[in-house]
């Protein structure tokens, strides 16, 4: 599988903001998640990433700028969408796409984004690094400059900067949990300029996504894996930097169920029917509860994976992150 993925890694040429070249794995896309349950699952329907009527999307915002990396100059960027019919400032959900840490985009959240827009929010879709160009922490440290960055500029954009929640689905909600719920650890911070205040939310979303990479289930699953393919890593070891046994402290620190304090913000998961991808769930639900965090468990009654990009599931994963924003944002 490793060696199917790697010949589909493509380079592209950023021209449109003067970056060289950088790896894309181009392999996780709607149409690919498509074709693999349209035969089981005739019944499910993509949702379009078009952007609806009365919704404004504003493309290709640089968040953060790299100087240089091993592939020149670099920015980051994030898309921001707003409902034209709604005034005054709004909170914010700033949104993690999936894809295995390896692939995938930010416009797979763009029906997610147009969803909580209508509801009342600013959703940002945002750029992340990937496997291919940079491995862990590099994905959590640009989430953690998102937050900063909202902060600094959200007001420019009809933005309540006091009312700020993370959203994430699969691998993106493992990264919204552990953003989230690392309030205050500067382990996780990664740099911060001057003018900068550590990346506090008040809320996390998490679609689909584990809180653990060291449960029992996960450290198997991860050998398991290594020896069906002949030695290649799974998706999860390339992006902690090798196995359990070969980078120990990124699998820990990657795990939000160690870095539960009274500071994490309240939490909503909302899951598939597949236990794989409610890993560390149940277990940390109680310590966020000790903790005096809220939280709040959801299920769409899913036999697939990435269920938010599809109809029948779609309109019920907007309606539970709405309504958790609403009672922890809006009250």
Not at 107 to 120: D, I, K, M, T
Request: net charge neutral; glycine share 8%; with cysteine.
């Amino acid at each position: 599988m490793r060696t199917i993925l790697l010949t589909i890694i493509s380079l592209l040429a950023l021209t449109a903001s003067g970056q060289e070249a950088v790896p894309r794995d181009t392999s996780f896309t709607l149409h690919s998640a498509y074709k693999k349950i349209e035969r089981k699952y005739p019944y499910a329907r993509p949702v379009s990433q078009s952007t609806p009527g009365g919704i404004t999307k504003i493309p290709y915002v640089v968040y953060r700028h790299f100087d240089s990396t091993e592939y020149g100059a670099r920015d980051l960027h994030v898309d921001i969408f707003r409902a034209d019919s709604i005034k005054g400032l709004l909170p914010v959900v700033i949104m993690i796409h999936g894809g295995g840490w390896n692939s995938g985009d930010r416009s797979l959240q763009y029906p997610l984004a147009a969803g909580l827009a209508r509801h009342g929010y600013v959703a940002i879709p945002v750029e992340y690094r990937l496997t291919p160009e940079a491995r862990y922490p590099a994905g959590l440290h640009d989430i953690k400059a998102a937050v900063r960055w909202v902060k600094q500029h959200g007001a420019d954009y009809g933005i309540d900067t006091a009312r700020i929640a993370l959203s994430g689905c699969s691998a993106g909600g493992q990264l919204a949990a552990l953003a989230g719920i690392t309030n205050g650890s500067q382990r996780h911070e990664g740099a911060m300029q001057t003018d900068e205040t550590p990346a506090k939310v008040s809320a996390v979303v998490c679609i689909d996504g584990i809180t653990t990479f060291v449960s029992d289930y996960n450290l198997a699953d991860v050998y398991e894996r290594r020896e069906k393919h002949h030695g290649q890593l799974p998706v999860n070891a390339l992006w902690l930097g090798g196995m359990p046994d070969e980078a120990n402290e990124n699998w820990q620190e990657a795990s939000a169920i160690n870095w539960v304090t009274p500071a994490s913000p309240p939490v909503c998961f909302i899951n598939s029917d597949l236990p794989r991808y409610r890993d560390g769930r149940d277990e940390i639900r109680p310590l966020l509860e000790e903790a005096g965090v809220y939280t709040e468990i959801h299920s769409v009654n899913s036999p697939i994976h990435p269920f938010w990009l599809f109809y029948p599931w779609y309109n019920s994963t907007v309606a539970h992150a709405a309504d958790f924003l609403d009672r922890v944002l809006k009250k």
